[in-house]
């Protein structure tokens, strides 16, 4: 088809042209001295971004191996973990859990809703024993569009007066929503660079604490591919202990470049209307959005209810077919239920207002029932000043 593909999935986001040609650039000796100096800029850069002063790890992996390294580098065989059911990454970050011999306390929830902050200090409370290491949490769930609440999260711990560290996933809300490791005295930072960071997938990361780093002296889950020891070592000279995903830590220090010249404040600022915009587009089309709690809509992704008897993903087929714009299917429980509406990372006015037109004219096109004025109600939003 002529014309650019829409990418509106939540994730992998669109790479914009200054990153792409960044990566272009070619390969360099890992061991060389050029190597060092790019090593040593990202590893810096990324902890403004994390809003931290600690270090932050860097692997060539996708999301799911940050996961593993957030895991096996804390805790021991057995170790109690609380997590929360809070939609389809949940699931899978619990299910990796289990497979890794972990003990895990899975809090049911009901897809719609994150972290209730209370809950996290009754449970902290009633563990007299202080047998849990850790609570893990996903900041922003991306199967639901909904957005748990760390800082509150971490005056519960607090309250509880409970030692286990706080793991917290935020593969689609870092560099998207306010995120702030130190301030909220988060342990792990889980992330990875398909979402908020513009950059393609590739890459994982983990924002540690000095309490992370006490406990992986004596944790022993087996790890070797994940070690942070090995890595922190090689990290001081800018280099690292296998060979790194050079290409991609060139588009990682053009987007930490784009990030600085935007400002954070900007960014989140940025995000939270282009969703707030998405909503207004969804209320006035008569959709229901999945996250049913205003304090916990997601600045990065919408997930949008479908009719009773119409399926999510034939309209997201007609909307492919038709005007070439790829959204985000319903995952787990909420597949052919729910489609998502990715707004974030290198994504602008016109960009969202293009998203919503092909939504509105898709859903007539799949003969979906909705009341046309969704995509005028965004742009009032979008227009004032
Ligand atoms: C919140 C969240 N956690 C974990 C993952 C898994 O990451 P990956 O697919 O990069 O392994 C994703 C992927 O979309 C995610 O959105």
Same mark, same amino acid.
């Given at each position: 088809?002529?014309?650019?593909?829409?990418?509106?999935?939540?994730?992998?986001?669109?790479?914009?042209?200054?990153?792409?040609?960044?990566?272009?650039?070619?390969?360099?000796?890992?061991?060389?001295?050029?190597?060092?100096?790019?090593?040593?800029?990202?590893?810096?850069?990324?902890?403004?971004?994390?809003?931290?002063? *600690?270090?932050?790890?860097?692997?060539?992996? =996708?999301?799911?191996?940050?996961?593993?390294?957030?895991?096996?580098?804390?805790? =021991?065989? /057995?170790?109690?973990?609380?997590? &929360?059911?809070?939609?389809?990454?949940?699931?899978?970050?619990?299910?990796?859990?289990?497979?890794?011999?972990?003990?895990?306390?899975?809090?049911?929830?009901?897809?719609?809703?994150?972290?209730?902050?209370?809950?996290?200090?009754?449970?902290?409370?009633?563990?007299?024993?202080?047998?849990?290491?850790?609570?893990?949490?996903?900041?922003?769930?991306?199967?639901?569009?909904?957005?748990?609440?760390?800082?509150?999260?971490?005056?519960?711990?607090?309250?509880?007066?409970?030692? @286990?560290?706080?793991?917290?996933?935020?593969? *689609?809300?870092?560099?998207?929503?306010?995120?702030?490791?130190?301030?909220?005295?988060?342990?792990?930072?889980?992330?990875?660079?398909?979402?908020?960071?513009?950059?393609?997938?590739?890459?994982?990361?983990?924002?540690? !604490?000095?309490?992370?780093?006490?406990?992986?002296? !004596? #944790?022993?889950?087996?790890?070797?591919?994940?070690?942070?020891?090995?890595?922190?070592?090689?990290?001081?000279?800018?280099?690292?202990?296998?060979?790194? @995903?050079?290409?991609?830590?060139?588009?990682?220090?053009?987007?930490?470049?784009?990030?600085?010249?935007?400002?954070?404040?900007?960014?989140?600022?940025?995000?939270?209307?282009?969703?707030?915009?998405?909503? %207004?587009?969804?209320?006035?089309?008569?959709?229901?959005?999945?996250?049913?709690?205003?304090?916990?809509?997601?600045?990065?992704?919408?997930?949008?209810?479908?009719?009773?008897?119409?399926? @999510?993903?034939?309209?997201?087929?007609?909307?492919?077919?038709?005007?070439?714009? !790829?959204? /985000?299917?319903?995952?787990?429980?909420?597949?052919? %239920? #729910?489609?998502?509406?990715?707004?974030?990372?290198? &994504?602008?006015?016109?960009?969202?207002?293009?998203?919503?037109?092909?939504?509105?004219?898709?859903?007539?096109?799949?003969?979906?029932?909705?009341?046309?004025?969704?995509?005028?109600?965004?742009?009032?939003?979008?227009?004032? %000043?």
């Amino acid at each position: 088809m002529p014309g650019r593909h829409f990418l509106q999935i939540p994730g992998p986001t669109n790479v914009p042209d200054r990153i792409l040609r960044a990566i272009a650039r070619p390969t360099i000796d890992h061991r060389g001295p050029a190597f060092a100096a790019l090593g040593r800029e990202v590893l810096d850069g990324l902890r403004h971004v994390f809003q931290t002063s *600690s270090p932050v790890v860097v692997y060539p992996s =996708s999301g799911t191996g940050a996961w593993e390294a957030s895991l096996v580098n804390t805790l =021991s065989p /057995g170790d109690a973990v609380l997590m &929360f059911e809070t939609g389809y990454f949940a699931v899978l970050w619990r299910d990796m859990a289990v497979r890794l011999g972990l003990t895990v306390d899975f809090v049911p929830g009901d897809w719609r809703h994150g972290v209730d902050p209370d809950d996290v200090e009754s449970r902290l409370v009633a563990d007299r024993d202080r047998t849990i290491r850790a609570v893990a949490v996903v900041h922003n769930e991306t199967s639901t569009g909904v957005t748990s609440r760390i800082a509150e999260v971490r005056a519960a711990i607090d309250r509880a007066k409970h030692p @286990a560290l706080l793991l917290v996933d935020t593969i *689609s809300s870092l560099a998207s929503i306010d995120y702030r490791h130190d301030e909220w005295g988060v342990d792990v930072t889980i992330c990875g660079s398909q979402k908020g960071l513009m950059l393609p997938p590739g890459l994982g990361f983990n924002a540690l !604490s000095d309490k992370a780093l006490a406990a992986s002296k !004596s #944790a022993r889950l087996p790890r070797s591919y994940w070690e942070w020891q090995a890595m922190l070592a090689d990290n001081r000279n800018g280099f690292f202990p296998y060979t790194p @995903a050079t290409k991609q830590l060139y588009g990682l220090r053009e987007a930490l470049d784009m990030l600085r010249e935007e400002g954070l404040p900007r960014v989140f600022a940025r995000h939270c209307r282009l969703a707030e915009a998405t909503r %207004r587009a969804v209320r006035a089309w008569g959709l229901e959005i999945v996250c049913a709690n205003p304090a916990e809509y997601s600045h990065s992704l919408t997930a949008v209810m479908m009719p009773d008897g119409h399926d @999510a993903d034939a309209l997201r087929r007609t909307i492919l077919d038709r005007y070439d714009m !790829s959204l /985000g299917t319903g995952l787990g429980k909420l597949k052919g %239920r #729910a489609f998502r509406i990715g707004h974030l990372g290198d &994504f602008n006015e016109l960009m969202l207002a293009g998203t919503l037109g092909g939504v509105e004219m898709g859903l007539a096109a799949a003969g979906v029932p909705f009341e046309p004025g969704g995509v005028t109600a965004a742009l009032e939003l979008l227009s004032a %000043r």
